[in-house]
């Protein structure tokens, strides 16, 4: 990557110097914040080319009702050495940090205050691919850990419901914004990418989490 490249990237002033007063999305048991445009929409626009082209994604496996199935989604989980990642009863096994996946990282980690060693990417072509409820409570991660959720592309909405009780809430993730997932969120709540009809923009889903490396 040349220079030029790589200051185009660069985060701006705003992207590293954001308040930190924001509102919790959640009623209880839990802490989700979200910060809207964080990423310039030009530099977006940008990264979001990059990472389709230097990434090595690979059509989702999930085991399902004792099956084996391929998602039309996309995935590339990358990392720091040994951060080897189980879900689904599939295992899977780090790409190497990009440039552009470092200068993203170093806004994300800027916002969440905490140092992350990997990062699962998903790349959702349209409204008719999205996730269903689930936790990121896998036990490789760092269970106090935040998880900071970076968005390039189309809007979607992302949404809330509580294990226990009748309670749920909704964000619509829009290009270049940050959503920050707290402890214990992912004990008592369960969260989705919702499909939809509309015309959708391609979306590029960047999470950044810790990976307890104990465990590999």
């Not at 990557?1 to 185009?8: E, I, R, V």
């Not at 705003?14 to 919790?24: F, I, M, S």
């Not at 060693?117 to 935040?146: F, K, R, T, V």
């Not at 960047?206 to 590999?216: G, H, Y």
């Amino acid at each position: 990557m040349t220079d030029m490249q790589t200051d185009l990237f660069e985060p701006t002033p705003n992207e590293l110097d954001l308040p930190k007063v924001v509102v919790n999305l959640l009623p209880k048991d839990g802490s989700v914040t979200y910060f809207s445009k964080v990423f310039d929409p030009n530099n977006c626009s940008a990264l979001l080319t990059s990472l389709r082209a230097t990434l090595d994604w690979q059509q989702d496996q999930l085991f399902m009702f004792g099956k084996l199935i391929t998602t039309k989604r996309e995935v590339a989980w990358v990392g720091d050495a040994g951060c080897s990642y189980t879900y689904s009863s599939v295992k899977k096994f780090p790409q190497a940090w990009t440039p552009e996946l470092l200068l993203i990282k170093q806004t994300a980690e800027a916002l969440a205050s905490y140092k992350f060693n990997s990062c699962l990417l998903n790349l959702y072509h349209d409204g008719d691919q999205g996730m269903g409820w689930h936790s990121d409570d896998e036990i490789e991660l760092e269970q106090n850990a935040p998880i900071a959720s970076v968005s390039f592309g189309g809007k979607r909405k992302f949404s809330f419901k509580h294990k226990f009780e009748k309670l749920g809430a909704s964000v619509v993730l829009e290009n270049g914004s940050v959503l920050l997932m707290h402890a214990p969120t992912q004990h008592f709540w369960q969260h989705s990418l919702t499909k939809t009809k509309r015309a959708v923009l391609p979306r590029i889903n960047l999470t950044f989490r810790s990976i307890r490396l104990e465990q590999q």
